[in-house]
């Protein structure tokens, strides 16, 4: 934790959510291409691994990332399920400004504290 | 497209490039759905993009371009028509073998992603916005 600084686990909770918001757009972009294999990203584990390595994101990011097992696989080899990318999409929308509102909040702790409010 | 890693926006916006294609192709098979010729090679055939995954390196995203547009489906069905213009001189036509039912789910397919692609679009712009704005 020594060397997370002032946003502690958020500045790299957020910058998983951004990637992961790219991966999942990669998903539906990608809805009616044949053969194409459905991506996303483990936060839990990618955030952990992140921690662990020092803050190196962008093996974490790497590591963490897996292939969706269809619920029911098509004949054209697409793993894409619009509604499993919409609902993810949606999560990790919400969870990013969940993020965004902790960062705020510290912002706003640390800016009170030097105006000496 | 150089080297430069993709946007989101990108990924999305080329996505509905491709959708928008694949939405003027069905316009077209349905439009000649039924249209007779004189020659089995004139006559019209049905038309379906090629989707292909690509994918960049750098940001790790991928999204979709229309490799090629190709002509699918069953051939022109030859009938015999005596009275129409268009008949050859054994009184033949060759008429497009369009199936408009599998064009209409298409249509309608292809608008769904569509709409998808602008509403992921939508939210990261949206998001971006949010996070421009921090500590505001």
Known sequence: MANEGLF???GTALAVRSQRMGMLASNIANASTPGYKARD??????????????GNIDSAIDDATLYRVPLQPSQDGNTVELTTEQTAFAENAVAYQTTLAFLNGRIGTITRALKGE | MGDRPL???QVSGRAMSAQLVRMNTTASNLANAGTVASSQGAAYRTMKPVFRTHFDEVSGMSTVDVES??????EPTKRYDPGNPMADKDGNVWESNVDETRELVD??????SYQNNVEVMQTAKQLIIDTLKLGR
């Open chain 1, 8 to 10: 502690g686990v958020h």
């Open chain 1, 41 to 54: 990203i483990d936060f839990d584990a990618a955030l952990q691994s992140a921690q662990r390595n020092g």
């Open chain 2, 7 to 9: 946007s989101i926006f």
């Open chain 2, 69 to 74: 547009v190709v002509t699918a489906g069953a």
């Open chain 2, 107 to 112: 249509m309608m397919e292809t608008a769904r």
